[in-house]
């Protein structure tokens, strides 16, 4: 179980993520749109997450 809180949205807990990019990819988030931290270190869609982390999620989106 991961604890996601998500900047402006609120919070989410997900089960059976073993990654950054599987839990984006639960919560409906594309990768490129959000920047993701643990403990205050930026993560890579790669970095691994264990049972019972607590992350923060942003997302930044630009337009023109």
Not at 8 to 31: N, P, W
Not at 50 to 62: A, H, N, P, R, T
Request: charged share 30%.
């Amino acid at each position: 179980m991961v604890k996601a809180r998500i900047v402006g949205e609120g919070e989410r807990v997900v089960e059976g993520v073993g990654t950054v990019r599987e839990l984006l990819s639960k919560l409906g988030i594309a990768s490129s749109e959000a920047v993701v931290l643990r403990n205050g270190i930026i993560l890579t869609e790669e970095d691994a997450l264990s049972d019972g982390d607590e992350v923060l999620i942003y997302i930044v989106k630009s337009g023109g």
